[in-house]
């Protein structure tokens, strides 16, 4: 099981928080990363708001294929558009 990191921030007079370090670096927040917000009962939650790039290089893996398939769908592809003109 994966240890709880507890923090106490505080909210500055635009009600801004600062994300710790400790926290930023776990979850792979980064300057410019959007994050989803949203109220359950009466906790805040944020989360990190993936996008394709992310979930290509980091995400779970379902399927694997080799550039050898690539390479043989590719040529019937392009068989597809040559018959076609």
């Known amino acids: 099981m994966e240890s709880k990191l507890v923090f ?3 909210v500055s007079n635009k009600r801004l928080i ?3 370090k ?3 670096e776990r979850l792979g927040v980064v300057e ?3 994050l989803r917000l949203y109220v359950e009962g009466d906790k805040i ?3 990190p708001v993936r996008d394709a790039l992310w979930f290509a290089i980091y995400g779970p893996k ?3 294929i080799t550039f050898e398939e690539i390479e043989e769908e590719s040529i ?3 068989e597809k558009l040559t018959d076609i003109t």
């Open 8 to 10: 106490e921030v505080k």
């Open 18 to 20: 600062a994300i710790p």
């Open 22 to 24: 400790a926290v930023a």
């Open 32 to 34: 410019g990363m959007k």
């Open 45 to 47: 939650v944020l989360e």
């Open 62 to 64: 379902v399927a694997r």
């Open 76 to 78: 019937r592809e392009q």
